[in-house]
């Protein structure tokens, strides 16, 4: 056990060092990595420490633990406290008395003059929580008490209890924390892609670990709103079965009725209402109690509806009224937010949308006044945004409309076309304090869904940045919310920089070598392909020997295939390429063999994962500029440049 215990505390120093390596190193005035605790991920609003961490369970002895209420939100966080200290190597059992931790929210705390301990006093507003690591009876032993002005507010108290504890050769301690702590926005909600349905559900379980408390699946896999598939009213009716069996999460199903054209809705048909709120009902009936109706990006009018309504406004407002009477005439006080076509604020100069600014005034003057509407910004991706253009959006869809942030920066990083990055949120803002993102809950009341692109276990890195700006935005930055997700990253600390350093160095180098060699298909250049493939292989068997998370391994096996299968192809090309005047018969063989074990290449990363329960999670954009580039070998070769 000491050994274990051992390799787990070097583990984390060498997380640690590379996690500065990662994130540009530290100064000499700075404190050394290789000991220095992160943080807590969302970064709490307030945090200090009163000394050196204390035994919260020592070897060999049972942890005390009272959690006050059956909530299921209080079920879940005791269990996963449970989990915690099981995985460091402690024991728990439930006390009635003078428990070494306590849990519960405010209300549910014995009342004053009681022989229970006090509540601590939690902050005001809503999922706020106190959490108090104090000495205990004995010498450097803790006691914990955490109380949260509601339910969730206390199962936030327990994540952040979680990632206060460690093992050492004594025992379980806890950092001498006291902490008080509630999120600036109050409903916190990422967009997750439909196709990835096993992905769905691993989010579903991990998000509320890291305070999200709303999950949005998507509509892409969907399109179909009139009949959608089974599988995908599985995927729902189990998010929503995890969603009412936790109570941590809540579910908002999303829906764009106009993604396909020809079976896009038309108002002036009132089934057309009917079964776009059927749709919904897949959630809905299951306790969901917010959606989301998409008219972004497809919007259109259709023949049928133009005599009618005149306008797409007319008619979009008209559908939402009536869609919204529906809704609520079945499931009373739903969350309705709406995206309209046009959701930016100069949508109005971009081409074929000189409209916007009307549409907006006449869609948002004649739907209910309790429906949100999207804000992106200035432009559907914003890095900054700033105060008069949300005002000036606000002026158009009225001033008393509530707003809510639909945020799609986590797209912008350069090579972002490879949709595999490791990025934290709002990177690209170069003057976050001087812009409005700091105050932006005030603008949007506090709601905020945070668009996705990139395949599931990576992609926690960015979402947990997400999660640590939505939480503390008064607080929030870039660099210092990186380290400590990949601090976090994995149960092995040490994975998190190694994995940053696969995707966003290797294999963006890779990606970009091989558009170079496109170009010029040189003996050079397939040397250097070479020679960095081979570097990729080992840091993936590395990666591999550091971490025990087989869903992370299945998704990064078809990037890691879509390199070291490819050398052979780019070998065949560079030899045609080198053959192409002088043989031109053994440059087309070559370029045969380039092509026929390219698109073998290509179906096995379309398949995605060995376990193949999903999509693959490549995108193919690299190997259709790959099969691109070997049909443009076959062109006359032009006169040699001397």
Known sequence: MLSNILLTMARRAIALVMLSVATGGISAAEPDPSTAFPGVLPRPKEYREAGRPLLVAPVGRTIDLKVYGNHPVLVTGRQQLLDRLRHLGASAATAEQDAAISVGAAQDWPAPGSADRRAPTPPAGSQGYTLLVSPGTAANEARVDISGTDVLGAYYGI????????RTPEGVTVRHAQVRDWPTFTFRSFKGQCWYYRDNRMYAMWAPRFKWNVFGPCYTDCPDWRSPPETYRTMIADLCATASGTGVIRVMQLGNPYMLREKAIR?????DIETLAAFFELSLSRGSD???LCLDDFAYLPQEDAPRFGSLAAANSSIVTRFAERIRARHPGTRILVCPPPYWLTANKAKNYEWAHDYLRDFCNHIPRDISIVWTGRDVTTPCQQAPDIQAYQDLVGRERHLF?????LKLPPGWDNVFRMNPFLATC?????SAWPTMAAFTRGEAVINTYGPGEIYKVPLMTAADYLWNPEQYDPKDSLRRAMYWFDENPAVGPLVHRWVN??????????????RNPSADGLAEIRKLTDEYEREFDRIAAATKNKELLATLRPYLRRHTGAVEVLAHMQAAWHVRQTDPAEAGRRIEKARAEMAALAEELRKGDIAGDHRGCVRPDLEDQTRKAIDALLAPAGPTKH
């Open 159 to 166: 994540q952040t209890l979680i990632q206060l504890l460690n």
């Open 267 to 271: 108002a002036t048909a009132d089934g």
């Open 290 to 292: 917010v959606l989301m």
């Open 405 to 409: 942030l639909w945020d799609n920066t």
């Open 430 to 434: 170069d003057d976050i304090a001087a």
């Open 505 to 518: 160095d290797l294999h963006q180098q890779l990606f970009t070598k091989r558009q170079q060699f496109f």
